[in-house]
């Protein structure tokens, strides 16, 4: 796309040009004339007459249409050609001027919808016009400057903003409004087809056959079908007047007749007046006798008040009398109780003592048991040498005796007893490897069914601890249906009672709230263990705003929480509305916070929640998956520190830990599926029960039958040893009989004397260790008689101490009878004191009621009035007139009502009668002016379509051509006759037998005519060439010249897909 500006004319071709203001330097000979008015010499960009407001300096799109970014387009102030091929963006100017400066989707012929406009794949578009503002007529040019520059975003959804700036570029405004302003006052008409003519109707335009379609086009560009349809709705609108003005005139004969009716009742009402004179005598009478009555109430109280001011003298005595007991007996309580305390003290010294002797005791006790073990020992070992040296001294007698009597044939004997005993010998060792395996092989069994025994009844332990913490779980629940307080503990209900109770006594500054979890509810039941999870301890933890509440509710929790759980207390100062907590909440578009996914109802449970644990910045992810992706696989939402599944599943950035928890305790709503479920773990847990206790007998008769064997195989086994010992035995007796028999004598002779020596040794010691352990025991009996002696000692403290704690007992009860009494005459004294000031009180209320009555009295009735009547004859006898005066009322109806519907129906007859008439004033001057205001249409209509006559005739012989319009306003059409030839003027044609290119001519003579008798800043015309041949083209290019050289300031856009040449 190009422009033709001064002295070039743009190619035509797919690239977008620089456009340039046109002055043409061709010519044709036969128009040297013409054509030389619009030649360089007369450069109209520069002259004073050019165009100074309203005209487009320039365009610039973005993603509007099919084009990304189109522009900026400079124009010239006078005559503008826009030249490219089809698509090139021509009509996309075109279009943007029309939508940027406000006008519709449908008037640019090129779409429904603004949004349609929108480059696909993009979500705006943007349009940018500037217009001149210079001159005298310029628009605000203080406040914009020389050039107005208008800006307008559209949407993807078809809706669009306006910005409109000044030259340097301030924004000025974002109204519409300000726009519409603009275009009034430069008369811009984007909707005016004279203005700006499009493709689409250009195309229709020319091809149209209908001359009620061109008898519309010159209506709507003068502007006179504007003009006639106001003319039309003003007359719409004065019809309906005229009958509002019809039908006022019937109502006003109404509110006539009805102003004659309540005008004739409101003078039959002045009999009525004596009576309500009277009554109003009885008010002025009853105000006072009211006060007089009250007075006389009045003095009985005060003599009340005298006679028991005299009897708190009494009261103050009594109360003396028994603060002087209650001190006598205070001190004679003290006096006992430092005797006892003194004889405590004294018990309580010698305890330490007697601790100390109890411990020497055990010493010294323990010292003598080892003793006697030791000397035990020793005895042992003394009666083991006795006899190994008896069976020394044997073994020497037989080998002496049996010297010298061995023969060959007992050599022999010998031998074959010994490779028997050798066949024994080893047929013992197989058997002893087999028991000792066999034995391995019990011991392990056994080992193994005990360490099953120690698991399984380890298990059933525990089980047995989870089905008793089950059942009371389940009673809770139980509980917990008819008070749902109960699920956060048994005691729950007692404490809250017992706070209540503290707190009306003013045990507390303010009442602690608590258990939090009774005041939260989970919106959504799917992330209740997720919060159950997140909170903890929370959910039954309790608030105080002060550290002094906080020990109040320590001493009442001591009292009810004794089974070793204690509630957490939180100190938190109490707010009366939730902190503001926007800036540093975790905030995400798919999942809660724990914050927002619950409802509390007390704001310092939620600010407790917000301090302790932090639950706007914890999110609440039902999927696990899901909340890895959130918090591991990408970076964690802002202000997020951690999330919960609804699993009950913690998610760090970092770390996943899984939750203890499988149901929700605390914040469940559906009590009875938890019930249901609990009793179906205890089932379970029960049956678990019975299967282990039968494992754990079955178990057990194992190991009994193990360990029945193990003892058998144990027993062959000893006995198995005994055999082998014994047959070695034998077989060295029988070797060594006859080698070594001397050097067994000696041998043992040497064994029995080194024998000897140890069992002297051993007597030695174990006469020593005998005298040792009588020391010892004569040293524990002293011991044990101390400790003795100080026990007694101590026996004997304490009954001293029996009678004083008697004594004492005796006088508490004393000191507490006495302060008994003493509260009695405390609590008559406050009776008698709350007593006189109940009635100060009434008399100070009744006092303050009489003053009102007195100014009530002086309201109604200044001076005052002795009244001998009571208040009950004077309302008596009010009863009666007001009955009277409303039986007149009755009958002729209420006064003021009577009075009040008169005057309103004078005002609304009045104001419909003025009403009328002013309607009548305006419809006549209506009609005046509309006579005026038509006799001007039909004037303009008539010279405007005489002046396109005469212009179109002129244009028309430019070519040589002749013609007319003829214009039909009373049936709206118009026609236009062209006679192609000078010479053949005898015979007009209509312009349906022309050919394309004529009928093209003759309607751009038509839109010339129309732009001669027309006012805008600028004209816009699109494809006003396209059924022209060369010579009707050249002819209409400079009839356009001449009209934009005549028109210079007019600004002059033409858009072609023909270049120039």
């Known amino acids: 796309m190009g422009k033709r500006k001064e002295e070039s004319v743009s190619k035509p071709g797919p690239n977008k040009r620089q456009r340039q203001e046109y002055t043409d330097e061709q010519s044709d000979e036969s128009n040297d004339e013409e054509i030389s008015q619009s030649s360089p010499d007369n450069n109209f960009s520069v002259l004073s007459t050019a165009g100074e407001v309203g005209i487009i300096e320039s365009i610039q799109l973005k993603n509007f249409m099919c084009h990304s970014m189109l522009g900026p387009f400079q124009f010239g102030s006078n005559l503008n050609f826009v030249v490219g091929n089809n698509g090139s963006g021509k009509s996309s100017v075109l279009t943007a001027l029309i939508v940027g400066l406000g006008g519709k989707a449908t008037a640019t012929n090129r779409g429904s919808s603004l949004k349609m406009f929108v480059r696909d794949g993009e979500t705006s578009a943007d349009i940018s016009i500037t217009l001149r503002n210079q001159g005298r007529d310029a628009f605000k040019p203080e406040v914009y400057g020389d050039s107005i520059i208008v800006n307008q975003h559209i949407n993807l959804d078809g809706n669009r903003s306006y910005k409109l700036k000044s030259k340097s570029g301030t924004l000025v405004s974002s109204k519409k409004e300000e726009l519409i302003a603009i275009l009034d006052h430069f008369n811009i008409q984007v909707d005016n087809p004279v203005s700006v003519l499009t493709q689409e109707m250009s195309k229709h335009f020319l091809q149209s056959k209908n001359e009620g379609d061109k008898y519309k086009f010159f209506m709507k560009a003068t502007q006179l079908e504007q003009m006639k349809e106001d003319y039309t709705s003003i007359m719409k609108a004065k019809n309906n007047t005229c009958d509002q003005i019809e039908q006022g005139e019937e109502r006003l004969q109404e509110l006539k007749q009805l102003y004659c009716e309540k005008k004739d009742r409101y003078k039959s009402l002045g009999f009525v007046n004596d009576m309500r004179n009277h009554l109003e005598d009885l008010k002025h009478k009853m105000a006072w006798a009211v006060v007089g009555e009250m007075e006389k109430e009045i003095q009985p109280i005060k003599e009340v008040i005298r006679a028991e001011e005299g009897n708190t003298e009494k009261f103050v005595q009594r109360l003396e009398e028994c603060q002087i007991k209650v001190n006598e007996a205070e001190e004679k309580y003290k006096t006992i109780q430092d005797k006892l305390i003194t004889v405590s003290e004294e018990a309580q010294a010698l305890h330490p003592q007697c601790v100390s002797l109890k411990a020497d005791v055990q010493a010294k006790r323990k010292a003598v048991n080892e003793a006697e073990v030791l000397y035990n020992r020793f005895k042992t070992e003394l009666k083991l040498l006795g006899k190994d040296d008896e069976q020394l001294r044997k073994r020497i007698e037989e ?217 706007e910045t914890i999110l609440l992810i039902k999927s696990s998956r899901k909340a890895r992706e959130v918090m591991q696989f990408n970076r964690p939402p802002k202000n997020c520190r951690e999330a919960f599944t609804a699993e009950g599943d913690q998610v760090f950035e970092r770390r996943y830990y899984s939750s203890d928890y499988l149901r929700p305790k605390f914040l469940g709503k559906d009590v009875e599926a938890e019930i249901s479920h609990l009793e179906k773990e205890i089932e379970n847990k029960k049956a678990q029960i019975t299967a282990s206790h039968q494992r754990l007998c079955s178990i057990e008769n194992e190991i009994k039958q193990n360990e029945s064997h193990l003892r058998g195989h144990r027993q062959h086994q000893k006995e198995l040893q005994i055999k082998i010992r014994t047959t070695n035995a034998e077989i ?330």
Not at 864 to 881: G, W
Not at 1032 to 1050: E, G, P, S, T
Request: proline letters at 3%; aromatic letters at 6%; glycine letters at 2%.
């Open 399 to 615: 080998l002496k005796s049996s010297a010298n009597q061995v023969s060959e044939p007992e050599k022999l004997e010998r031998q074959r007893k010994i490779a028997h005993l050798r066949e024994q010998l080893k047929a013992f060792h197989d058997e002893d490897v087999i028991i000792g395996q066999e034995v391995d092989q019990f011991q392990q069994a056994i080992s193994k069914c005990k360490e099953e025994h120690t698991r399984l009844k380890r298990e059933d332990c525990d089980t047995r601890q989870a089905l008793d913490v089950k059942q009371r779980q389940l009673r809770e629940l139980k509980d917990s249906k008819t008070n749902t307080l109960k699920r956060f503990g048994p005691h729950t209900p007692t404490l809250l009672e017992e706070v209540e109770t503290a707190y009306r006594q003013g045990c507390f500054r303010h009442k602690p709230i608590g258990p939090l979890g009774a005041f939260i509810h989970p919106k959504d039941a799917e992330l209740t263990l997720a919060i159950e999870s997140c909170l903890k301890g929370l959910v039954q933890a309790f608030c105080c705003d002060n550290h002094s509440d906080e020990r109040a509710l320590q001493q009442l929790m001591s009292k009810y929480c004794l089974h070793g759980f204690r509630p957490q207390i939180i100190v938190n100062k109490f707010q009366s509305k939730v902190y503001d907590v926007r800036h540093r909440a975790v905030e995400h578009p798919e999942f809660p916070s724990v914050l927002t996914a619950l409802e509390i109802d007390n704001a310092v449970v939620a600010n407790c929640l917000i301090d302790v644990r932090g639950i």
């Open 732 to 1061: 060295a007796d029988l070797e060594n009989m006859e080698e070594h028999q001397s050097v067994g004598i000696r041998t043992l002779e040497d064994e029995a004397e080194e024998n000897k020596s140890k069992m002297e040794s051993v007597k030695k010691d174990m006469q020593q260790q005998c005298r040792k352990m009588e020391e010892l025991k004569n040293i524990l009996q002293v011991a044990e008689k101390k400790f003795e002696e100080m026990r007694e000692k101590i026996h004997q403290v304490e009954e001293i101490a029996g009678p004083i704690k008697d004594e004492l007992n005796q006088a508490d009860s004393e000191v507490e009878n006495s302060k008994r009494r003493l509260q009695h005459y405390e609590e008559k004294q406050k009776e008698h004191l709350a007593c006189i000031k109940r009635h100060k009180d009434l008399l100070a209320a009744k006092e303050k009621e009489l003053e009102e009555k007195i100014a009530q009295a002086k309201q109604i009735y200044p001076e005052r009035i002795e009244v001998s009547r009571t208040v009950k004859s004077l309302d008596a006898e009010m009863n009666r007139l007001r009955e009277r005066i409303n039986s007149e009322n009755d009958r002729h109806g209420n006064r003021e009502d009577i009075i009040q519907q008169f005057h309103d129906a004078k005002e609304r007859y009045k104001a419909a009668n003025s009403k009328v008439k002013n309607l009548k004033n305006f419809i006549r001057l209506l009609e005046e002016i509309m006579t005026q205001r038509f006799k001007i249409y039909r004037q303009f209509l008539r010279l405007l379509s005489l002046r396109c006559k005469l212009y179109f005739d002129n244009l028309l012989r430019i070519r040589a051509c002749s013609g007319k319009i003829i214009f039909d306003h009373k049936n709206e059409t118009l026609s236009i006759t062209v006679q192609p030839r000078e010479e053949d003027r005898a015979a007009l044609n209509d312009v349906r037998s022309l050919s394309g290119g004529e009928r093209s001519f003759s309607t751009v003579c038509f839109i010339l005519s129309l732009w001669s008798i027309t006012e805008s800043p600028f004209r816009c015309l699109d494809e006003f060439d396209v059924y022209m041949d060369m010579v009707n083209r050249r002819i209409a290019m400079d009839m356009i010249l001449k009209v934009a050289d005549a028109q210079r300031h007019r600004q002059f856009i033409l858009l072609t897909p023909q270049h120039m040449r």
